[in-house]
Structures are given as C-alpha cells and as structure tokens.
C-alpha cells in the first residue's frame, strides 16, 4: 500500500514536472470593428451640401434655425453636432467662439492638434481640432467660406470619457469628419 502511494506521489511530480513554466498573457487590445464608410452627398435645406457616411443618421431638432442637426451614430453612442451661422460682419467673432471650443476641453486633455484645412476650389478653409485624453469631445471643426458661411461641427459620445474606450470609435468618426470638410460645397446666393 505504502508503495503505491509513494509510486502515484513520484508520477503526480514527474507529470506535473514536465509542463511549461507559466507565462504572462499578452496586454489585450479591443479589437473592434466598423464598417467600411460608404459616402453619399446630402443635400437639405441649407446653404451647402456635404457627404455623409450612410452609417450615421441626421438628426434635426425642434428648431433648425441657422440650419443646426446631428449626425447620430447610434451603434457607437456618437453624436457629432453641427451648427450653421451666415457670416454677417461677424467672422472674427465666429472664428473666435469656434477656436474656444477645444479650449473648454484643455482641463481633461492631454493634448489638443490643430490641423489648417484648405480647399481653394471649392472655397472652403477651416480647421480640425483633435482632442487626446478623457475630455468630453474628442474632435471639433469649423469650415468657412469667408465671406457668407460659417459651419461649425464636434463630436460627443454618451458615455463617460475614457479615452482608451472610446479611441477606436472616434478614430472611425474623426475621418468622416475630414470627409465632411472635404467634401462642403456652398450653395450659389441667388
């Protein structure tokens, strides 16, 4: 009997002997997928047309006084808000209001990049303000024409800004964005 136990203990601790040493797992990355974006020229009642991503839905208020909606992205809990104002001898005081937006986010970000956005044939020149860290938008833009038009625009997800959570799906957003800009045309004054 003693010889069975002792022979049954010297196999546990052969057999347990040969395995691999234990290994840390690898960091675990969210590895999230969207769709390919799929562009289509939106034309509503405002002085400019732009593409979307068919993916988001344009949402519009009670009052689309100065032509304000939403692109909704509802299976990322997304919003980017977009507000139009004529320019009426008041640009200095809409580019300021627009470069203070991303200000209002400086006390959560830890980095805020601004990128010039130029396009002399369609008349259209503006900014793209991208927000790194926990601040409560992660990218804002304005594009104007100058002289007439003013668009606004940022992006808001209903969630508690964890930037790590968020970054795939505002990486997706922040390029439709950049589609949005490229792609304003200003409607002729009649």
């Known amino acids: 009997m003693k010889t069975k136990i002792l022979l049954i203990s ?3 601790v052969i057999i347990s002997a040969c395995q691999e040493d234990p290994q840390p797992k690898p960091d675990g990355f969210l590895a999230l997928e969207y769709p390919k974006p799929e562009y289509k020229k939106i034309n509503l009642d405002c002085p400019f047309v732009f593409e979307k991503n068919k993916y988001a ?5 009670k009052s689309s006084q100065n032509c304000a909606f939403n692109l909704d992205y509802p299976n990322m ?9 004529p320019v009426e001898k008041n640009l200095r005081k809409l580019l300021i209001d627009a470069q203070k937006l991303p200000e209002k986010h400086t006390i959560k970000a830890d980095a805020i990049e ?28 304005y594009v104007t024409d100058s002289t007439n038009h003013f668009l606004t625009g940022s992006i808001y997800f209903e969630a508690r800004p964890n930037y790590d959570s968020i970054l795939p799906a505002a ?13 304003v045309e ?5």
């Open 114 to 141: 601004a990128s010039i956005y130029e396009n002399f044939e369609k008349n259209t020149f503006g900014n793209f303000y991208e927000v790194e860290g926990d601040a409560a938008s992660q990218a804002q833009f």
């Open 10 to 12: 010297c196999l546990a």
């Open 171 to 183: 990486d997706y957003i922040k390029k439709d964005i950049r589609h949005l800009m490229e792609s």
């Open 57 to 61: 839905q344009i949402k519009t208020g």
């Open 186 to 190: 200003w409607k002729s004054s009649k």
């Open 77 to 85: 809990d997304a919003m980017i808000y977009i507000t139009y104002r």
